[in-house]
């Protein structure tokens, strides 16, 4: 790539400016610089503005200082996303400030100094912003400007490609104690427009938001620019010491490991995974100095806090994987124990986010796919970090006892203890077939509402695609994937499971849905017809819970197993029999499964629902018209005649069947297997005892 190719582009349209509001146009400005990764990751980075603006209480125009508040993404966040600060009371703190060993206290100062009763907390960047002399201000981490300020001789890099424009500032934690430093800086230095903050990111100001806007962006480029030069014709990382395997050999190989790992570090608490093989990580994770550099840890603060201090490197064929992580939880408790203070909170989980496979790529986990996916994508620029570190000077991370400091955090630990808590089904995938129907998709909304990753497997691809569209723009594009697959096909079974391997790090949760139906007395039912409901109620079924069990029994975190199976596997229908015969058949695999998964911890029960109309496939087309000529009726009077039918003389719908689905995948159910719930509305004759 050219470095003229690699240069951030002036996204500014001042005649779309022009019609905004001061604090919109901070929005505005905020959302384009939080757009690219190559100007801040997600979450970090904050942007501010000095405003004048009329006091509630007094009618008097005041000064507010507009600045990102706690929590967000610049990228997506919205006008509710900043807190409001009386810049006079924010100055007045300094008062009170008793030194460095003291700056968390000014933190807990911070709400009295709320303009307008603004709900949004203010960040601990605050007094960074608040105290500079600048009217627009900029923070971000670009992964340009860090690999300056990661580098061994960062202060004197700075100098020589910045000249005094952009100042330097040693490490220091963000807080008051920065913001002093900051506004110290800036007085001096009346001429400067910046400042790059050691091993951290990089400050920007203007007497506009669109001269900080510009500034911001042509400091970054002048890096860009500067580091290519320097590195041009030069090998990253020391080179290649092992060859990339092909794409498909990668993601075979991740989609093995993925599992061992998964089960390996969440017998506490489920992870959910991620895998990343773009260029740049291969280069690192191929590279001669990855063990080297991967040891070293990150540097950026927003870095560590996302991936821990340090990987773990590992082969793609998972030798010695227990082994290397009894090693990293060993290693991770030993540093914790050298670092700790008299307060600090207990240690968290011992075990990597982020594991480096020579020639395969990179592995996540994390509590949910949104934040493996998010601690993927900082690991990703702290190798861009480190690329250019190494090649221009000597990288060099964040001290030991720095990262600690910041990993352990009381203010951090406060804000962990704020999150709510995780939902029933967080941290756990399920692989729903028969997933773009009207059950299944009712059983993919219930599971994604507390917190579960879905994979809809269908064989009709429109439905598929559509279904995964609407699911995902409902609970998050993250959490729902698709794969076309024929249950009936074993290798196609086998792929579609490799697929949600590769996507989510493993599988939780089979529910077994995918169904036809039939309809015609015996002597007119065709051995086609025949063949067809068992190789997709019967064969299919069998398929999916084998894939399911070989993939459970390698993460060895036991599991659930919901048959969707039907009434008529109890009860018998007139001019059914090949359809009922299925059926029942589903019911005894349930049991013998059950059986099997038990000392496994994999349950396995079935949900018999009876006539759903609503949104189910089957109940499209001829075995409607056949239902209603076997009862003697026209095919809209069906379900009333079931609804009277019932003992409760009530409707079944899709999200009935999906609540006894969710009751059998939870913890609410986990002492209980092999067993039916019929989702009937009563029926005496599907009674199962």
């Given at each position: 790539m050219s470095t003229d190719a690699a240069l951030l582009a002036d996204q500014w349209d001042e005649a779309h400016a022009a019609t905004l509001s001061l604090p919109e146009r901070l929005l505005y400005r905020s959302n384009l610089l939080g757009s690219d990764q190559r100007i801040t990751n997600f979450g970090g980075g904050n942007t501010s503005?000095?405003?004048?603006?009329?006091?509630?209480?007094?009618?008097?125009?005041?000064?507010?200082?507009?600045?990102?508040?706690?929590?967000?993404?610049?990228?997506?966040?919205?006008?509710?996303?900043?807190?409001?600060?009386?810049?006079?009371?924010?100055?007045?703190?300094?008062?009170?400030?008793?030194?460095?060993?003291?700056?968390?206290?000014?933190?807990?100062?911070?709400?009295?100094?709320?303009?307008?009763?603004?709900?949004?907390?203010?960040?601990?960047?605050?007094?960074?912003?608040?105290?500079?002399?600048?009217?627009?201000?900029?923070?971000?981490?670009?992964?340009?400007?860090?690999?300056?300020?990661?580098?061994?001789?960062?202060?004197?890099?700075?100098?020589?490609?910045?000249?005094?424009?952009?100042?330097?500032?040693?490490?220091?934690?963000?807080?008051?104690?920065?913001?002093?430093?900051?506004?110290?800086?800036?007085?001096?230095?009346?001429?400067?427009?910046?400042?790059?903050?050691?091993?951290?990111?990089?400050?920007?100001?203007?007497?506009?938001?669109?001269?900080?806007?510009?500034?911001?962006?042509?400091?970054?480029?002048?890096?860009?620019?500067?580091?290519?030069?320097?590195?041009?014709?030069?090998?990253?990382?020391?080179?290649?010491?092992?060859?990339?395997?092909?794409?498909?050999?990668?993601?075979?190989?991740?989609a093995r490991l993925m599992p061992e790992i998964r089960g390996l570090i969440g017998q506490d608490e489920k992870k959910v995974g991620h895998f990343d093989d773009s260029p740049e990580v291969l280069e690192f994770v191929s590279s001669t100095r990855l063990e080297e550099l991967a040891a070293l840890g990150t540097s950026c603060p927003d870095h560590f806090l996302r991936t821990k201090i340090r990987p773990l490197v590992l082969q793609s064929d998972a030798s010695d994987l227990p082994a290397l992580l009894a090693t990293y939880r060993a290693g991770y408790a030993a540093y914790y124990e050298r670092c700790r203070h008299p307060d600090s909170p207990a240690m968290r989980d011992p075990n990597p986010v982020v594991f480096l496979v020579p020639g395969t790529g990179m592995i996540t986990f994390a509590r949910d796919k949104a934040t493996a996916r998010i601690a993927g994508e900082f690991y990703k620029n702290a190798i861009n970090v480190m690329r250019g570190a190494s090649t221009v000077d000597t990288y060099v991370a964040l001290p030991e006892q720095e990262a600690f400091n910041i990993e352990y955090w009381l203010l951090e630990e406060a804000k962990l203890q704020r999150m709510p808590k995780p939902k029933s089904l967080a941290g756990r995938v399920a692989l729903v077939t028969g997933g773009a129907g009207g059950i299944g998709s009712a059983i993919a909304r219930r599971y994604l509402s507390e917190g579960a990753c879905v994979v809809l497997a269908d064989v009709d691809l429109k439905s598929l695609d559509g279904m995964v569209e609407n699911l995902g723009a409902a609970y998050g594009k993250d959490n729902v994937r698709g794969v076309l697959v024929d249950v009936t096909d074993e290798h196609a079974v086998a792929r579609a499971f490799a697929a949600a391997t590769l996507e989510y790090g493993g599988i939780d949760i089979l529910v077994s849905n995918a169904g036809i139906s039939s309809a015609s007395p015996i002597e007119d039912t065709a051995l086609e017809v025949w063949d067809r409901n068992m190789d997709i109620l019967a064969k299919g079924y069998f398929l999916v819970s084998r894939e399911a069990f070989r993939l459970m029994k390698r993460q060895q975190t036991g599991g659930a197993i919901v048959f969707i199976a039907s009434k008529n596997g109890l009860a018998a229908s007139p001019n059914a029999s090949a359809y009922c015969t299925a059926k029942a058949a589903e019911i005894h695999l349930a049991r013998c499964l059950a059986l099997e998964g038990a000392p496994l911890g994999i349950r396995v029960n079935t949900v018999n629902p009876d006539a759903v109309l609503r949104g189910s496939k089957i109940w499209v087309g001829e075995w409607r018209e056949q239902r209603a000529a076997a009862y003697r009726m026209k095919p809209d009077e069906l379900e009333e005649h079931y609804r009277q039918r019932s003992m409760l003389k009530k409707s079944v719908f899709p999200e009935d069947v999906a609540e006894a689905a969710y009751f059998l995948a939870s913890d609410l159910s986990g002492k209980s297997t092999g067993n039916i719930i019929n989702v009937d509305a009563g029926n005496a004759v599907s009674f199962t005892r």
């Open positions: 503005s000095k405003l004048m603006q009329r006091d509630p209480l007094t009618g008097a125009d005041v000064e507010v200082l507009w600045v990102k508040g706690s929590g967000g993404d610049l990228g997506s966040m919205k006008l509710d996303g900043f807190s409001t600060l009386y810049l006079d009371r924010l100055e007045s703190l300094k008062k009170l400030y008793r030194g460095p060993a003291h700056e968390d206290e000014m933190v807990g100062y911070l709400p009295h100094c709320t303009f307008n009763l603004n709900p949004r907390a203010a960040s601990i960047d605050t007094p960074l912003h608040g105290f500079l002399p600048a009217k627009f201000v900029d923070h971000v981490h670009p992964d340009a400007i860090i690999a300056i300020a990661a580098s061994k001789n960062s202060s004197d890099l700075t100098a020589r490609i910045f000249g005094g424009k952009i100042g330097w500032l040693p490490w220091r934690r963000p807080g008051f104690e920065l913001g002093l430093m900051l506004e110290k800086f800036a007085r001096e230095n009346p001429g400067a427009v910046g400042v790059v903050l050691e091993s951290h990111g990089l400050f920007t100001w203007g007497n506009s938001d669109r001269e900080s806007y510009l500034t911001t962006i042509a400091t970054i480029n002048k890096a860009i620019a500067w580091l290519a030069e320097q590195t041009r014709g030069k090998s990253a990382f020391g080179g290649t010491r092992v060859i990339a395997a092909a794409p498909a050999e990668r993601h075979a190989a991740a």
